[in-house]
């Protein structure tokens, strides 16, 4: 696989605006996990109030993840897991009348797409789709080909994919002789609907780099996974077409922090400048 030129414009259609800026939505420790200390009533009522803060400063979308469920496990979650991230997802989408997605760590791409269908969320952000990785969880394999089967056996082709390419918090040793690029055009190959490009860790830029060679190998949506800011937005949203925003809009730039308003509406404002 060459080579590909990119397309003119790779917004899906559930957005509103063109380059859509996803709010993260990062949902407090699930029932039964070790840092579980909140009931799943009160774990709703903090995610809708985030919500809230989210459509007042005009962001295009927002995610679930379940980040605070550390340690994670590998591949797989229980189903009182998938449960609550049903409920919680149920309770954004209405809330936030916006374009939600979801992702269940770690590597639990069959609960979240599960979740995704049966709470009417629009996509799944995947992790191990092509080419497998070694995460502080294991070896994580390539789920391509089972999850796309399985969501044509649920009826969720409604729900996109979202496919990460050389995740962040892990190790690309096994796969070092296939460069990003060959990765990005391997999970569209294998018919993701986006792909999503980021740092090497949590609140870490991508290089321009890398996003330029995912862009030149992949005519699939491109976006930015991790370490945007108000400030670097516009070195990276030519190349780009969206932008998935954590720690950015998390008081102090830390992603398990409270949602800080004031910080939305500063990246949103930059938003619009380089729009």
Not at 95 to 109: E, R
Not at 125 to 149: P, T
């Amino acid at each position: 696989m060459g080579p590909v030129a990119p397309t003119s414009s790779a917004s899906p259609r559930t957005f509103s605006a063109l380059k859509p800026v996803i709010g993260m939505i990062h949902v407090g420790a699930l029932p039964g996990t070790p840092a579980s200390r909140l009931s799943l009533r009160e774990l709703e009522a903090r995610a809708v109030a985030e919500c809230a803060v989210y459509r007042e400063a005009g962001v295009h979308g927002v995610m679930l993840e379940n980040m605070h469920d550390v340690p994670y496990l590998r591949g797989g979650v229980g189903p009182e897991i998938t449960a609550a991230m049903t409920v919680l997802s149920m309770a954004v989408k209405a809330a936030s009348g916006l374009p939600c997605g979801i992702q269940i760590l770690a590597g639990a791409n069959h609960e979240a797409l599960a979740v995704a269908h049966a709470a009417g969320l629009d996509w799944v952000r995947v992790e191990g789709f092509a080419f497998a990785h070694v995460a502080d969880e294991g070896i994580i394999q390539s789920s391509a080909a089972s999850l796309l089967r399985f969501r044509r056996n649920i009826d969720a082709e409604r729900v996109q994919v979202w496919a990460d390419v050389k995740k962040k918090h892990a190790s690309h040793a096994i796969t070092a002789d296939v460069g990003i690029g060959e990765t990005a055009a391997a999970a569209e190959f294998m018919r993701a609907d986006a792909v999503i490009v980021t740092g090497t860790a949590t609140g870490a830029c991508p290089t321009e780099g890398d996003v330029a060679e995912v862009r030149a190998h992949c005519r699939l949506p491109v976006y930015m996974g991790s370490g945007v800011t108000a400030e670097n937005l516009p070195r990276y949203f030519a190349g780009a077409d969206g932008f998935i925003v954590g720690s950015a809009f998390k008081a102090g730039g830390r992603w398990d922090e409270a949602v800080d308003a004031a910080a939305v509406e500063r990246f949103m404002a930059a938003h619009v400048r380089c729009g």
